[in-house]
């Protein structure tokens, strides 16, 4: 079972940039599949980026040219990195992992951050 925890959100000023961490308890070997996620107040969980076990990525449309997902599997963790933040970018974000285990998939969340574009 792997447990994730999420890191680098906080205040920026429009046009400014956050890197997030979301690191994972275990090892990433059996994870096929990882995104990031957001949620504004009042709002439904969207889909930021996506990122595949074979490296493929795809990004909502709000955010191409702005986000860059990537990850480190010597360290279990996933960054998402965001540029030119837009006040409509406030939101907590989310890191999902799908594992395949034994047949199984399952998949996990971390605790969210959250993230602050205000001038």
């Known amino acids: 079972q792997l447990q994730l925890v999420e890191s680098g959100g906080g205040l920026v000023q429009p046009g400014g940039s956050l890197r997030l961490s979301c690191e994972a308890s275990?090892?990433?070997?059996?994870?096929?599949?990882m995104g990031w996620y957001r949620q504004a107040p009042g709002k439904r969980r969207e889909l930021v980026a996506g990122l595949g076990s074979g490296g493929s990525t795809n990004y909502a449309g709000f955010v191409k040219g702005r986000f860059t997902i990537s990850r480190d599997n010597a360290k279990s963790t996933v960054y998402l990195q965001m540029n030119s933040l837009k006040p409509e970018d406030t939101a907590v974000y989310y890191c999902?992992?799908?594992?395949?285990?034994?047949?199984?998939?399952?998949?996990?969340w971390g605790q969210g951050t959250q993230v602050t574009v205000s001038s």
């Open positions: 999902n992992m799908a594992e395949l285990r034994d047949g199984v998939s399952t998949g996990y």
């Open positions: 275990g090892s990433m070997v059996n994870v096929y599949a």
